[in-house]
């Protein structure tokens, strides 16, 4: 059974601190790894995605991938109440026929106060 | 209107009824997604149509029908629903461009299913 795992949180940072979410993944075969932001009562919206080891920057978000640990990271510098929401890690395969077929974590939940 | 959408956003239903709810992307997409989304529980994939060829059931009760007409557009039709398919179902949609990964996909607001 291919699996996501997410540590549920909740994550509770001031603002202006950074928010570090971890991911593990148990398919060595994912080549795609994908992390959602949900706000409550709202669908996911895509926050970064990263294919090749390292890190990947894009404002005030950075994502991290480590293929031979099975690890994702993304950590959030300067943390707003705002970007207070539950946190999907999502991991999917190499094109082909398993094209498409994310498996996604549990979620972290994130709250910045004030 | 832009990026996906769905229809109707709210539905309740008897286990008796049947019903459809809608997705449409505006992105010049081939592939979409109905995942099912319940509380407490991770995403779960349910269909995967690429070029409207299903090519992912995800062990889907049978009363849950999905139909792709074309690229732009994917039904979900459901019949004798159970109280424990109360859920959000999303659709999604992504561009499949690439045959060595699996590419971002975008997510509709969801229809709030609660089977009564």
């Known amino acids: 059974q291919k699996e996501v795992e997410q540590n549920s949180g909740p994550l509770s940072v001031p603002e202006g601190a950074i928010a570090s979410l971890n991911c593990t993944y148990s398919d060595r075969g994912s080549q795609s790894f994908f992390w959602y932001r949900q706000y409550s009562g709202k669908s996911p919206e895509l926050i970064m995605s990263i294919y090749s080891n390292g890190d990947k920057e894009d404002g005030r978000f950075t994502a991290q991938l480590n293929k031979a640990s099975q690890y994702v990271s993304l950590l959030i510098r300067d943390s707003q109440p705002s970007d207070s929401a539950t946190y999907l890690c999502?991991?999917?395969?190499?094109?082909?026929?398993?094209?498409?077929?994310?498996?996604f974590g549990q979620g972290t939940i994130l709250t910045v106060h004030p | 209107e832009t990026g996906v959408t769905q229809t109707p956003r709210h539905l309740v239903m008897g286990m008796t009824n049947k019903k459809s709810l809608k997705c449409e992307q505006h992105?010049?997409?081939?592939?979409m997604y109905w995942y099912k989304q319940s509380a407490k529980k991770p995403l779960e994939l349910m269909f995967v149509y690429n070029f409207k060829e299903q090519t992912e059931n995800n062990s889907v009760p049978s009363r849950f029908s999905p139909e792709c007409p074309n690229s732009s557009h994917l039904f979900l039709h459901l019949h004798t629903l159970q109280p424990e398919d109360s859920a959000l179902y999303l659709c999604a949609s992504s561009h499949h461009g690439s045959t060595s990964r699996t590419d971002t996909q975008y997510f509709g607001p969801g229809t709030r299913l609660t089977v009564l």
């Open positions: 992105l010049g997409h081939n592939a």
């Open positions: 999502a991991g999917g395969p190499a094109g082909g026929t398993s094209y498409g077929k994310l498996t």
